[in-house]
């Protein structure tokens, strides 16, 4: 069973800083791709950022230069480091792990993120 323990949302002041973490077994982070993605009611889950195991980035263009993801091996965490936060990153934040080979993911329980204008 996939495990990930989210941590770190809250409110803030649009542009404030928010740092999110998300814990994993040993066996998931050395071997999945991480993430975090988020969502607003009505819309569907978007892809904010994310990290493969040979620490790779992607981001959603909408966060480029103010969210940065990271990898904490020894903790076995993913990080997402959120500056300049703007009213429109408020949603639900997801942490996320996929297994290629078996093209699944798996999802933490969500953590709110609201920015206030």
């Known amino acids: 069973q996939v495990q990930l323990v989210e941590s770190g949302g809250g409110l803030v002041q649009a542009g404030g800083s928010l740092r999110l973490t998300c814990k994993a077994s040993?066996?998931?982070?050395?071997?999945?791709?991480m993430g975090w993605y988020r969502q607003t009611p009505g819309k569907e889950r978007e892809l904010v950022a994310k990290?493969?195991?040979?620490?790779?980035?992607h981001y959603a263009d909408s966060v480029k230069g103010r969210f940065t993801i990271g990898r904490d091996v020894r903790a076995s965490t993913v990080i997402l480091q959120m500056s300049s936060l703007k009213p429109e990153d408020t949603a639900v934040y997801y942490c996320?792990?996929?297994?290629?080979?078996?093209?699944?993911?798996?999802w933490g329980q969500g953590t709110q993120v609201t920015v206030s204008s």
């Open positions: 990290v493969t195991v040979g620490r790779d980035t």
């Open positions: 040993r066996s998931i982070f050395d071997s999945h791709v």
């Open positions: 996320n792990s996929y297994a290629p080979w078996l093209n699944r993911n798996y």
